[in-house]
């Protein structure tokens, strides 16, 4: 169901349909129990206060901001953007990391510590209709695909499914990347 659910979000935010949101809070409770299962407090923490309601957030705003096509309407990163998206990405996981570090049974802090935060900020800066959201999502991915083969070696619990999910992410968010940009050279044609 997890498995389901979340390469579900993938491919319907990669062609740009509202419904990805629905399929993305039931993957955010379903990992909620996964991580936990793992010592992932990380993951499980920023799930349980961020996630499930940014996928909220994210539905009413892309809900409200497409154009007559039903299409979502898409943003640009500025230079200033980019530098707060990366040095706040950076200075995130250091403080999480270290935070999760105080965890007794915590798997992995730096980085569980880094894909929370880069997946924290691939959705914010989805919900805020930034395209650029598809490339911190591919950061995100590599990061998810170390932690699910390190647990898949150590043969941790639902390892090998979240690591399946993991690839699914990333050919997803491959193909929404270009799938955006694929969109964008029509828009300016």
């Known amino acids: 169901m997890t498995l389901m659910c979340g390469l579900l979000n993938g491919y319907y935010a990669s062609i740009g349909k509202v419904c990805n949101y629905v399929f993305g809070i039931l993957f955010c409770i379903l990992n909620l129990y996964i991580s936990y299962l793992n010592g992932l407090y990380g993951i499980f923490i920023f ?6 309601p940014s996928q909220i957030h994210g539905f009413v705003s892309w ?18 953007i980019s530098l707060i998206v990366i040095i706040s990405s950076l200075l ?3 403080v999480l990391g270290y935070l999760l570090t105080k965890i007794p049974g915590q798997n992995l802090a730096f980085f569980d ?32 695909l170390i932690i699910w083969l390190i647990n898949t070696i150590n043969n941790t619990q639902n390892a090998i499914m979240m690591l399946i999910v993991s690839i699914g992410y990333m ?17 300016e044609n």
């Open 63 to 80: 809900f409200k901001n497409r154009n007559k096509k039903n299409e979502v309407i898409l943003r640009h990163f500025t230079f200033k």
């Open 47 to 52: 799930s349980l206060i961020i996630f499930v």
């Open 113 to 144: 510590s880094t894909s929370t935060i880069l997946n924290l900020c691939s959705i914010i800066l989805m919900n805020l209709r930034y395209k650029e959201f598809w490339i911190v999502f591919l950061f995100n991915n590599a990061i998810d």
């Open 92 to 94: 995130g996981s250091i």
């Open 171 to 187: 050919l997803i968010n491959i193909y929404g990347l270009f799938n955006c940009l694929e969109l964008e050279a029509r828009y």
